[in-house]
């Protein structure tokens, strides 16, 4: 059973060094800098997990798709497109 208040993420302040030309247009917009940063490392994060689990995963990419080459989809038949 879930409690009724989300949990929220524990945050810990950081030092960044920013462009300041950015970081003061950013701030005349109105940005939380804070979170469009945290969505920025968010994002990074993400693309750096997925570059390294192709990394780790490419034999056995490379594997499947040689077989797939080799001898078709294995359930190809029972396609209805």
């Known amino acids: 059973m879930q409690s009724s208040q989300t949990t929220k993420p524990k945050r810990k302040p950081t030092n960044l060094s920013l ?5 003061q ?3 005349a917009l109105g ?4 979170r469009s940063a945290e969505a920025g490392i968010v994002e990074a994060v993400k693309r750096h997990k997925r570059a ?3 990394k780790d995963n490419a034999a056995a990419i490379d594997s499947s ?4 080459e080799a001898n ?3 359930l190809a038949r029972h396609r209805q497109f």
């Open 19 to 23: 462009d300041s030309a950015l970081l």
């Open 25 to 27: 247009e950013a701030r």
């Open 31 to 34: 940005i939380n800098v804070s």
């Open 52 to 54: 390294q689990w192709l």
């Open 65 to 68: 798709n040689a077989y797939a």
């Open 72 to 74: 078709g989809l294995p």
